[in-house]
């Protein structure tokens, strides 16, 4: 497939996998996506597994990506995790503002902004999560909500730091639910996320960030997402979790 922009195509465990159960899917993959140089592909386990999955993909095409990360440096923040941390083990992404951290633990757009500016002062790259409810799609409130986030937790960025940034557009009615968004209302909502950005940056900028589209995200619906004008990459939740489901998503965006 022709893109604009590379395919970034990331696995978000969330909370599962022990080490050795990580390190059984990161072997997987790595044989079974060796020869992909078209995607850039993330795996994000929890923070537990960082280390050794960390050693496992060294010599691969494999990158690691954080779920979260503290907006402080290094202090007293019992339970936290700061970039230095997460850069001793070779992160080099960091999933922010995901739509279960903004309904569990309350992360505002604030919050999520101050957070990316952290990531990128320790020249790690964000990838910061928008998208709506089911109610407020059934509203007409898509367009509103996605205005609200993508500028409440993109606004301090620079330039240079914007284009170094990934969003991922998850409606959080697709997520986990089985229920995808039809290629069109990605594509809708991709566009007008990077009609958002030319407004906020210019239209250089927007052309250069990729917007990852997630939810219930599988390698039956990839390729098409992934043809999509507008649509860079994936956010894959549940079917990451094995090497098959994951390894397909990405063959067949290719
Ligand atoms: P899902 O999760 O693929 O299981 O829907 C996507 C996500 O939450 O990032």
Redesign the pocket.
Known sequence: MNKERKLIIAG?W?MNKTVAEGLDLVHGLKLELASVKEVDIVVCPPFTALSEVSKAILDSNLRLGAQNMSENGLGAYTGEIAAGMLKEFSVRYVILG???RRQYQKESDALIAKKAASVHAAALKPIV?VGETLAERESNQTEQVLDTQVRGSLCGLTREQMVETVV?Y?PVW????GKTATTQQAQDAHAFIRSLLAKMFDESIAKKVRIQY????KPSNSRELMSQPDVDGA??????LEVRSFADIIKNSI
């Not at 697709?174 to 639910?177: N, S």
Request: charged content about 15%; aromatic content about 0%; glycine content about 22%.
């Open positions: 978000n969330k995901h739509s279960e999560c991922a998850e697709a997520i986990g639910t997630g939810g219930s995200v956010l894959v939740g549940g079917a990451a």
